[in-house]
């Protein structure tokens, strides 16, 4: 019966799908699903989960909950929030995944693009695109497990950031169904500012169907280099080195634990390449408790001779002589290389256990600060994940874009990824969320420059200050184009009791 009221409420095109909640004590499997993050600290069922096959059913959805009292609507990719960004209360949630469509298609000057379903995976992007036409998309996220569309509500970054810009900083177009049940084709030529909006834009203004992105001939090998570093003033004056002039595709790197007893995060987590070894004796006496790790890869094709052009490179850098790692991969086994971390994660049973991840933006001029008065004292024994510390260059950011940055030039993401072992064996989460607390307070009583990356807060004063100057332009966008706060209610932004009003 809850079903047939679905259907004639929402007119759902062919190979779409709504489940209900039908009560009794039981949502189903897929309510469940839908109901927590790979966060797995906050839960919320909703009422229903539509399968959509077409931005013409997103739109149903979105006319369905216009006409009701309070229903609300959330997006949900590959289920990766971190702290219920994707849920909706008593509301629906749409499962993109089931929008998958990819096809090759060409701009009128010749650009070949993906256009791409707001569901596909980035991973299943990299396949198609490399495997059956040997091109790619330019800018990557680490993870290739995500959609589209969810990185593109946000921003999409990793190591190719500095030079190729975020995945924001990569799109032709958008088609997005606004909060006003609006279906828009928008580009930067055309409906310009719900294009901007919608990119970093947190889900508040549309809901990203489908995405144009640029494609380029995929290089064929790839030469990944590790070095290690003592000093965090080495690391990061290298590091900027290398983002504002060097020859590098990639630049990330990260912070690890200088002990050898905690493969996640210490010595054991630095090594690439059969057979590669950590030569603990080669570490400078008198070393602290966290050491740092410089990530580099260069692209390469088949006959070409990079080893000098890598060595050179080297040669001005001031790491550790000894501790360097290299290793020849295809571009797709680089790209796809935490995959085999999330292999021994499912197998270890990390990978179902809660995530208090904690991303910061951070300014150049702060972050050896951070590191000695956050990372070194309270981070000392690592999280059981990866610490990433690594550069990136606000100018290959658009400023149009909702995404906040923080002030200077050249800030760095520190990520911390904590993937324990569950309660009891790893410890309680509620441990992890006051640690993270403790250090986005000392972000605060040290004055530093500072924004969350995949924001997460509890009240709209918090917001407005994250968003600062550009809070006014945030508010008149969702009046704008989701005027009755529809969208994204886990975001905690906005609420259909106290709606946007346009200043």
């Known amino acids: 019966m809850m079903i047939a009221y679905l259907d004639q409420q929402l007119r759902l095109g062919p190979g779409a799908e709504a489940i209900p909640c039908l009560g009794g004590g039981d949502p189903g499997p897929e309510l469940v699903a839908a109901s927590q993050d790979f966060g797995g600290v906050i839960r919320a069922l909703p009422a229903v989960v539509l399968r959509p096959g077409s931005a013409e059913d997103v739109a149903a959805a979105i006319r369905m909950a216009l006409r009701s009292d309070g229903l609300t609507i959330a997006a949900r990719g590959n289920g990766h929030s971190v702290a219920g960004q994707a849920l909706a209360p008593g509301g629906i949630v749409l499962d993109m995944r089931s929008m998958g469509r990819i096809e090759l298609v060409w701009s009128d000057d010749g650009q070949p693009c993906a256009d791409v379903g707001g569901g596909v995976l980035w991973g299943e992007l990299l396949e198609w695109g490399v495997r059956v036409h040997g ?35 990569n799109v032709a177009e958008l088609e997005v169904v606004t909060g006003d049940a609006e279906r828009v084709v928008c580009s930067p030529s055309h409906r310009s500012d719900l294009f901007f909006a919608v990119l970093g834009g947190l889900g ?47 630049v990330e790197g990260f912070a690890f634990v200088n002990r050898g007893d905690d493969p996640a995060n210490g010595w054991e987590s630095v090594p690439i390449g059969p057979g590669s070894v950590f030569e603990p004796d080669l570490i400078p006496p008198g070393s602290g408790p966290l050491l740092y790790c410089l990530e580099l890869a260069l692209h390469h094709d088949l006959n070409e001779d990079v080893d000098k052009k890598v060595e050179e490179m080297l040669r001005a850098l001031k790491y550790i002589n000894g501790l360097k790692f290299t290793m020849e991969v295809s571009y797709v086994e680089f790209l796809s290389r935490v995959n085999l971390s999330e292999s021994e994660s499912r197998a270890n049973g990390s990978w179902h256990a809660p995530h208090p991840w904690l991303n910061i933006l951070i300014s150049a001029s702060d972050i050896v600060d951070f590191d000695h008065n956050v990372l070194q004292p309270i981070l000392k024994d690592g999280i059981g994940g990866p610490m990433l510390v690594y550069p990136l260059l606000k100018s290959k950011w658009d400023p149009r874009m909702s995404v906040v940055l923080p002030d200077s030039e050249v800030f760095y993401l520190v990520a911390l990824l904590r993937c324990n072992q569950p309660y009891p064996i790893g410890p309680p989460a509620e441990e992890l969320i006051a640690q993270n607390r403790e250090i986005l307070n000392l972000c605060e009583s040290n004055g530093y420059d500072y924004k969350l990356y995949l924001p997460h807060y509890e009240s709209q004063p918090e917001w407005a200050d994250h968003f600062g100057r550009t809070w006014a332009r945030f508010v008149d966008r969702k009046a704008r184009y989701d005027s009755r706060a529809i969208l994204a209610p886990g975001q905690l932004i906005f609420s259909r009791a106290h709606p946007p009003s346009s200043s």
């Not at 990557?140 to 900083?169: E, H, K, M």
């Not at 549309?206 to 080495?234: C, D, F, H, N, S």
């Open 204 to 250: 508040q203004f549309g809901i990203i169907t489908r995405a144009r992105i640029p494609l380029y001939r995929a290089p064929p090998l790839v030469k990944w280099i590790r070095v290690v570093y003592r000093r965090v003033e080495e690391y990061v004056a290298d590091a900027e080195w290398l983002v504002k002039g060097g020859v590098f595709d990639y």
């Open 135 to 169: 091109m790619a998309p330019r800018s990557w996220t680490d993870y290739l497990g995500l959609t589209v569309g969810g990185t593109l509500s946000n921003a999409g970054i990793s190591g190719q950031a500095f030079r190729q810009g975020p995945q924001i900083a």
